[in-house]
């Protein structure tokens, strides 16, 4: 392989990375965008449960005496579960147009 075609493919390669850094961006910009939107009333009530639940989770982690094994690896699934379902709940909008990718 000559060194023109390396450069040429070190160059395609960076440019790939530009363009799927570019679409990643866009993709936290629309997420951030999405959490400032109003959430419905349901997905408020999950939210509120996802925090509780991490909140309990993080407890039993942080307990100052020995619990066994088995308390504290479903203290850690509690804690990951409750995370997640209050970070996807945030996301939940009202409006179903919002949710169309405006490239189609």
Do not use: H, W
């Not at 530009?18 to 997905?43: A, H, N, V, W």
């Not at 990951?80 to 996807?88: D, F, H, K, L, Q």
């Amino acid at each position: 392989m000559s060194d023109l075609e390396k450069k040429e493919r070190r160059q395609k390669r960076q440019e790939d990375r530009r363009i799927k850094g570019d679409e990643f961006r866009d993709k936290l910009k629309s997420y951030f965008k999405r959490c400032g939107q109003d959430t419905p009333p349901f997905f408020k009530k999950l939210r509120i449960a996802g925090l509780v639940i991490a909140a309990a989770g993080a407890t039993l982690l942080a307990a100052p005496i020995a619990l066994p094994a088995a308390v504290i690896t479903a203290a850690g699934f509690l804690t990951v579960g409750g995370a997640v379902a209050t970070a996807m709940s945030q996301a939940a909008m009202n409006d179903e147009d919002d949710c169309e990718d405006p490239k189609q």
